[in-house]
Protein backbone atom coordinates (compact mmCIF):
# COMPACT_ATOMS: atom_id res chain seq x y z
CA UNK A 1 0.00 0.00 0.00
CA UNK A 2 1.58 3.50 -1.16
CA UNK A 3 1.89 5.93 1.66
CA UNK A 4 0.81 9.59 1.15
CA UNK A 5 4.06 11.10 -0.04
CA UNK A 6 4.48 8.46 -2.21
CA UNK A 7 0.93 9.06 -3.61
CA UNK A 8 1.45 12.79 -3.73
CA UNK A 9 4.25 12.29 -6.32
CA UNK A 10 2.14 10.21 -8.31
CA UNK A 11 -0.41 13.40 -8.44
CA UNK A 12 2.47 15.64 -9.12
CA UNK A 13 4.26 13.97 -12.04
CA UNK A 14 3.10 14.42 -15.54
CA UNK A 15 4.07 11.34 -16.87
CA UNK A 16 1.08 10.03 -15.23
CA UNK A 17 -2.19 9.42 -16.54
CA UNK A 18 -4.60 12.17 -15.45
CA UNK A 19 -6.85 9.31 -14.39
CA UNK A 20 -4.25 7.73 -11.92
CA UNK A 21 -3.51 11.51 -10.75
CA UNK A 22 -6.83 12.00 -9.80
CA UNK A 23 -6.80 8.97 -7.75
CA UNK A 24 -4.11 9.15 -6.25
CA UNK A 25 -5.36 12.30 -4.70
CA UNK A 26 -8.41 10.40 -3.70
CA UNK A 27 -6.19 7.93 -1.72
CA UNK A 28 -4.08 10.86 -0.32
CA UNK A 29 -7.21 10.88 1.72
CA UNK A 30 -7.00 7.59 2.81
CA UNK A 31 -4.27 8.38 4.66
CA UNK A 32 -4.89 12.21 5.70
CA UNK A 33 -8.31 13.31 5.75
CA UNK A 34 -9.35 16.38 8.87
CA UNK A 35 -12.91 16.25 7.99
CA UNK A 36 -13.75 12.69 6.83
CA UNK A 37 -13.12 11.46 3.32
CA UNK A 38 -16.30 12.80 1.26
CA UNK A 39 -16.04 16.19 3.25
CA UNK A 40 -12.32 16.54 2.60
CA UNK A 41 -12.08 15.85 -0.84
CA UNK A 42 -15.31 18.31 -1.50
CA UNK A 43 -13.83 20.76 0.55
CA UNK A 44 -10.73 20.39 -1.84
CA UNK A 45 -12.47 20.03 -5.19
CA UNK A 46 -14.50 23.40 -4.24
CA UNK A 47 -11.26 25.37 -3.55
CA UNK A 48 -8.98 24.05 -6.16
CA UNK A 49 -12.21 25.25 -8.64
CA UNK A 50 -12.72 21.41 -10.05
CA UNK A 51 -15.87 19.28 -8.93
CA UNK A 52 -16.13 16.41 -7.04
CA UNK A 53 -17.30 13.97 -9.98
CA UNK A 54 -14.65 15.85 -12.24
CA UNK A 55 -12.87 13.03 -13.80
CA UNK A 56 -10.68 14.72 -16.19
CA UNK A 57 -9.72 18.00 -13.75
CA UNK A 58 -7.14 20.57 -14.84
CA UNK A 59 -3.44 19.06 -13.44
CA UNK A 60 -2.63 22.43 -11.84
CA UNK A 61 -5.76 22.34 -9.95
CA UNK A 62 -5.32 19.35 -9.00
CA UNK A 63 -1.50 19.71 -7.76
CA UNK A 64 -3.61 23.10 -5.88
CA UNK A 65 -5.77 20.49 -3.92
CA UNK A 66 -2.73 18.45 -3.23
CA UNK A 67 -0.43 21.85 -1.88
CA UNK A 68 -3.63 22.48 0.54
CA UNK A 69 -3.63 18.74 1.80
CA UNK A 70 -0.03 18.59 2.06
CA UNK A 71 0.19 21.77 4.15
CA UNK A 72 -2.50 20.61 6.62
CA UNK A 73 -0.92 17.28 7.06
CA UNK A 74 3.06 19.26 7.98
CA UNK A 75 0.38 21.46 10.36
CA UNK A 76 -1.12 17.89 12.03
CA UNK A 77 2.02 15.94 11.97
CA UNK A 78 3.88 18.82 13.86
CA UNK A 79 0.63 18.69 16.56
CA UNK A 80 1.33 15.17 16.79
CA UNK A 81 4.72 15.19 17.45
CA UNK A 82 4.29 17.85 20.01
CA UNK A 83 1.80 16.12 21.65
CA UNK A 84 3.91 12.52 21.78
CA UNK A 85 6.79 14.11 22.78
CA UNK A 86 4.85 16.17 25.92
CA UNK A 87 3.17 12.68 26.68
CA UNK A 88 6.53 10.74 26.94
CA UNK A 89 7.41 13.96 29.87
CA UNK A 90 4.22 13.76 31.23
CA UNK A 91 5.24 9.72 31.59
CA UNK A 92 8.60 10.37 32.69
CA UNK A 93 7.24 12.27 35.37
CA UNK A 94 4.72 10.12 36.45
CA UNK A 95 1.64 10.79 35.21
CA UNK A 96 -0.22 7.86 33.18
CA UNK A 97 -3.54 8.72 32.99
CA UNK A 98 -4.21 11.01 30.17
CA UNK A 99 -6.70 13.56 30.14
CA UNK A 100 -9.64 14.70 28.15
CA UNK A 101 -7.56 16.06 25.08
CA UNK A 102 -5.53 13.00 25.09
CA UNK A 103 -8.84 10.68 25.20
CA UNK A 104 -9.99 12.93 21.82
CA UNK A 105 -6.58 12.89 20.42
CA UNK A 106 -6.29 8.89 20.10
CA UNK A 107 -9.43 9.15 18.12
CA UNK A 108 -7.99 11.50 15.63
CA UNK A 109 -4.58 9.85 15.47
CA UNK A 110 -2.92 10.58 11.97
CA UNK A 111 -5.28 13.24 11.31
CA UNK A 112 -8.42 11.64 10.07
CA UNK A 113 -11.42 12.86 11.21
CA UNK A 114 -9.68 15.97 13.34
CA UNK A 115 -12.82 18.43 12.46
CA UNK A 116 -15.39 15.70 11.34
CA UNK A 117 -18.09 17.11 8.92
CA UNK A 118 -20.71 14.50 9.47
CA UNK A 119 -22.50 16.55 6.10
CA UNK A 120 -19.78 16.31 2.95
CA UNK A 121 -21.40 19.37 1.28
CA UNK A 122 -20.90 21.20 4.72
CA UNK A 123 -17.53 22.11 6.19
CA UNK A 124 -15.29 25.49 6.90
CA UNK A 125 -14.67 27.17 4.00
CA UNK A 126 -11.07 28.23 5.05
CA UNK A 127 -8.03 26.61 4.32
CA UNK A 128 -7.43 23.37 6.06
CA UNK A 129 -4.15 24.43 7.67
CA UNK A 130 -5.78 27.62 8.78
CA UNK A 131 -8.68 24.88 10.36
CA UNK A 132 -6.41 22.39 12.61
CA UNK A 133 -4.18 25.50 13.22
CA UNK A 134 -7.12 27.00 15.10
CA UNK A 135 -8.24 24.20 16.53
CA UNK A 136 -4.83 22.96 18.10
CA UNK A 137 -4.99 26.69 19.57
CA UNK A 138 -7.88 25.78 21.16
CA UNK A 139 -6.82 22.54 22.66
CA UNK A 140 -3.83 24.82 24.01
CA UNK A 141 -5.76 26.85 25.64
CA UNK A 142 -9.21 27.17 28.10
CA UNK A 143 -11.83 25.63 27.13
CA UNK A 144 -14.45 28.48 25.40
CA UNK A 145 -18.19 27.99 24.70
CA UNK A 146 -17.84 28.88 20.78
CA UNK A 147 -16.92 27.06 17.91
CA UNK A 148 -12.61 27.03 17.78
CA UNK A 149 -12.99 27.18 13.61
CA UNK A 150 -15.75 29.82 13.03
CA UNK A 151 -16.37 31.32 16.29
CA UNK A 152 -19.84 30.10 15.53
CA UNK A 153 -22.13 29.79 18.91
CA UNK A 154 -24.89 27.70 17.80
CA UNK A 155 -23.54 23.88 18.58
CA UNK A 156 -26.30 21.19 18.50
CA UNK A 157 -25.88 18.08 20.35
CA UNK A 158 -26.01 15.73 17.07
CA UNK A 159 -26.48 11.76 17.17
CA UNK A 160 -25.28 9.00 14.92
CA UNK A 161 -22.42 10.62 13.05
CA UNK A 162 -20.78 8.38 11.29
CA UNK A 163 -17.48 8.92 13.26
CA UNK A 164 -15.96 7.90 16.39
CA UNK A 165 -17.32 9.28 18.95
CA UNK A 166 -21.18 8.96 17.40
CA UNK A 167 -22.30 12.01 19.01
CA UNK A 168 -21.11 15.29 19.88
CA UNK A 169 -21.15 18.89 19.39
CA UNK A 170 -21.92 20.45 16.14
CA UNK A 171 -21.45 23.63 15.18
CA UNK A 172 -24.57 24.60 13.00
CA UNK A 173 -22.43 27.28 11.18
CA UNK A 174 -19.45 25.42 9.85
CA UNK A 175 -20.72 22.40 10.13
CA UNK A 176 -17.72 20.70 12.27
CA UNK A 177 -17.89 18.21 15.20
CA UNK A 178 -15.75 20.51 17.40
CA UNK A 179 -13.77 18.48 20.42
CA UNK A 180 -15.22 18.47 23.53
CA UNK A 181 -12.08 19.37 25.37
CA UNK A 182 -12.55 22.73 23.75
CA UNK A 183 -15.85 23.64 25.49
CA UNK A 184 -16.60 24.35 28.87
CA UNK A 185 -19.17 21.82 30.57
CA UNK A 186 -21.81 24.39 30.26
CA UNK A 187 -21.35 24.86 26.22
CA UNK A 188 -21.55 21.14 26.29
CA UNK A 189 -24.36 20.99 28.48
CA UNK A 190 -26.29 23.77 26.60
CA UNK A 191 -25.28 21.82 22.83
CA UNK A 192 -26.91 18.73 24.81
CA UNK A 193 -30.32 20.99 25.85
CA UNK A 194 -30.38 22.46 22.11
CA UNK A 195 -30.95 18.83 21.16
CA UNK A 196 -33.47 17.47 23.54
CA UNK A 197 -35.27 20.80 22.55
CA UNK A 198 -35.00 20.34 19.07
CA UNK A 199 -36.31 17.03 19.52
CA UNK A 200 -39.63 17.27 21.58
Given at each position: ?????????Q??D?????????Y????C??????????A????????????????????V????A??????????W??????????????????L??????D????L?W???????????????????????????A?????????C???G??????????D??????????????????????????????????????
Amino acid sequence: MAGFRSLARQVRDPRCDLALRRYSLRKCLERFAPYGHRATWDHLCSRAGFGPEDRSPDPVRLVAALEELEEARAVWLGYEAEFAERRKKEKHDGLRRPGSVDDWHRLTWGGFGVAWCDDPRVHPDEPLAEVLRRIIAALNREPGSACPVCGGERLVWKYGLDHEPSSGPVCTDCGILVPRPVLTPQALAYARRGRLLMSA
